[in-house]
Structures are given as C-alpha cells and as structure tokens.
C-alpha cells in the first residue's frame, strides 16, 4: 500500500499498468508460441468527420514504448485530425501487447484537454487566457493538464509543481481565502499585504468579490494599491446575474474615479460561449474545469495487418494507413503503400525507430502547430 493512490512509474514502464486480459492474452501466446509481427493503429473515427480535434500526449506514448523492439510512426504534438489512425505501431505483438491501456490513457486524456483548451483560445484569441483548472484532477496528472493547456496556446498555467516538470512558472495572484483571512471590512488590508509581499514581477491583481458588490470592492482596491494591474472578478453563479453588465458596471466606475489602466480579468466556470460573450469587456480569463474535465478522446488501438497481410476485426479498416493535410485543410486517409492526394502533406511521421526516440517534443513548437492547423483548418469552438 501507498500513502496516495497513484500507480508509479516504474509500474508503467513494466506493463503493469494495464487490463488483465492483456496478461491472459500474452500467458495464451506463450503457451501456444505465437509472436506475429504485426501493425496496429489508435484511432478515433475510421473515416474524416469534419469534427478536429488535438493530438497530445505523443511525448509519454513515445517514452512508453521507448527500449521496445518497435517502430512507431504519429502524428505531431498539436496536430489537428478527424479522422484514420493518429498512431501507428510495427513489431511482434507481444512486444507491445501490455502497454495497449496505458498508451491509449496517455493520447485519449491529453488529447481531450488540448481540444476543450484550443476551444477556449478560439473563443477568445486576442484575449490572455489562462489554465486555472488543475485543482480539479488528480494530482498525478497536473501536468498533463498543464501542458494540454500550453499545447492549445494558453497563455499561463497556475500549478507550481506542473510548471516544475514542463518548466514553465506558474502565475497566479489570491485567492479568496486571502480576503477572509483578514476579516470582514479589511480588503484593503489583504490586498495592500499581497502588493507589499509578492515580488516584483508578480501582476498586482485584486479579487474583487469577496464580501461587497464588484463594483464596491473594484473602486476600494484600486484606491489602495497604487500599481493595481487589474481586478480579477470570480462571482460565483449563484450571485452572478449578467456577468457582462457587472463587468462594464464596473468599468465604468474605475474609468470615472480615474483608473483606466486597471484592467478586468473574469474567473470562474467560463467556457468557450462565456469567453466570446465577454472578451470585448475584459483585458483575461482564467479558465478552470472546462480545460480540466475535458472528456477523453474516444481512442482505440486495433490490428490492422498480421505478418504482412491485412486484417482487421469488424468496424475497422484492414491494412496499414497514411493520413494527409491537403492545402484546402482537408484530411484524407490512405492505404500506406498507395498513393496520396496531389498536394497532401504526410502527418504521420516516424516518433520511434527500433526502440529508439526520434523526436524532440517542445511545447512551443506543438503551440505554433496547434494554431496554425487550426486556422488551416477553420477549427471552431463551439457557440
């Protein structure tokens, strides 16, 4: 037993993280000496459906497989697809059988991240963003939620441990519990404590809704700190009526006392339809478990080739695949051993060559990929 629920890595790298039937299957290969060298592929949909989503979680598939005997070709980090494999893999089967759960968790949870979070900067593209939804998962994954989040082109993440491991700094300001710390009536108290405390590249940002009205609070805050940056606005939905004539409400009131330079920044259960409704009336988001709790992407893996010749169970598609990126932004998927489309762009790439990583994975680049492709794309969040 172990203090936290978290099945370690050691447990992943040896194939125990996974369902007991791939142990039966390989106990039954083994009795029987059956090893065929076979391909197999993660998909989602067989066919395009004009529905993209984000490819992530291609670094930890990678490292999965690293050391096998294996050859892996995928998709980029940040890629767009809607469609035939994101994921090939060549070699014995029992080389990879056991990995099948672990591999597909990998692409299936960072996949869906990296989508709600590309939904949410489409929504808002000339607006900061930034990722405040760890504190809704577990936090073994905090930074694959983190890095969805960067991947989609958010501007900031909140998890200190997160940004540890992507190296990446967290950015963050107060919380409510701050306020309420100092007692009833003593806001200006709390935030003049974080202005004097917090560092010098920290944003002065005063939440502004913890006792009184927005507005009450926004006009008290920018009176008492004098290098206020912005008021951050968290109201939650059961006081909130029309968070868009708050906000303005309380624009108007900083602009007449003065404080035009402090900006608005709006918290608190927003998504894409509430990002485009108010990115015209405020300077950020923070954007929590829309991001977080996104739903994983429907994943499988499936044999599609056994020693050469095609095969596959019913539903699938037989025979090894290429997908493509045409200049029109459509998506085609192909036999691998057949001819693409004229002016198609190849998407899956090699990722592992003999057990061996040929690839680098930075998140900066996967951004840029994920942005570009969706203009290419004409990726949309949804109303």
């Known amino acids: ?62 490292h999965l497989l690293e050391g096998h005997d294996v050859d892996v070709d995928a998709l980029r980090e940040g890629q767009l697809f809607d ?27 960072a996949s869906g991240i990296a989508t709600n979070a590309l939904r949410a900067r489409r929504a808002a593209p000339e607006s900061l963003v930034l990722s405040f939804g760890a504190r809704h998962v577990h936090p073994s994954i905090a930074a694959v939620v983190e890095r969805g989040a960067l991947v989609a082109g958010l501007d900031g993440i909140s998890h200190v441990a997160a940004g540890d491991v992507l190296g990446r700094e967290a950015s963050g300001t107060m919380p409510h519990a701050l306020v309420i710390c100092f007692g009833r009536g003593n806001q200006e108290a709390a935030w003049q404590a974080f202005d004097e405390a917090a560092g010098p590249d920290v944003p002065r940002v005063a939440l502004c809704d913890t006792y009184s009205d927005e507005k009450d609070e926004s006009i008290r805050a920018a009176e008492a700190v004098d290098a206020l940056d912005s008021v951050r606005l968290d109201t939650t939905g059961s006081r909130r009526g029309d968070f868009r004539h708050i906000i303005k409400e309380v624009r108007w009131e900083l602009d007449a006392r003065g404080f035009e330079d402090v900006g608005i920044f709006a918290s608190g259960g927003l998504g894409p339809a509430e990002l485009r409704h108010l990115s015209d009336v405020v ?3 923070g954007v929590g478990g829309y991001v977080s709790n996104a739903e994983p992407i429907d ?25 493509y990126r045409t200049l029109d932004g459509g998506h085609h998927v192909g036999l691998a051993d057949r001819d693409g489309p004229v002016d198609g762009e190849e998407l ?23 942005l570009t492709d969706a203009d290419r794309v004409d990726f949309a969040a949804p109303e």
């Open 283 to 285: 300077e950020g988001f």
């Open 83 to 109: 469609g035939g494999p994101v994921l090939r893999i060549e070699g014995s089967y029992r080389e990879f059988c056991v990995f099948e759960t672990a591999l597909l968790g990998f692409l299936s949870h």
């Open 1 to 62: 037993m172990t203090d936290f629920d978290i099945v370690p890595p050691a447990a992943i790298r040896e194939g125990r993280a996974t369902d007991a039937y791939f142990d039966r299957t390989v106990a039954a290969l083994d009795h029987e000496g059956v090893n065929p060298r076979v391909v197999a592929e993660v998909t989602a949909d067989q066919f395009p459906t004009g529905e993209f989503e984000v490819f992530a979680g291609v670094k930890d598939a990678a």
């Open 299 to 323: 994943f499988a893996l499936d044999i599609v080739e056994v020693d050469g010749e095609p095969a596959a169970k019913r539903g699938k598609l037989s025979g090894a695949k290429q997908v």
């Open 348 to 370: 899956l790439e090699p990722l592992v060559r003999d057990g061996e990583i040929v690839r680098e994975f930075d998140i900066d680049d996967a951004s840029e990929r994920a």
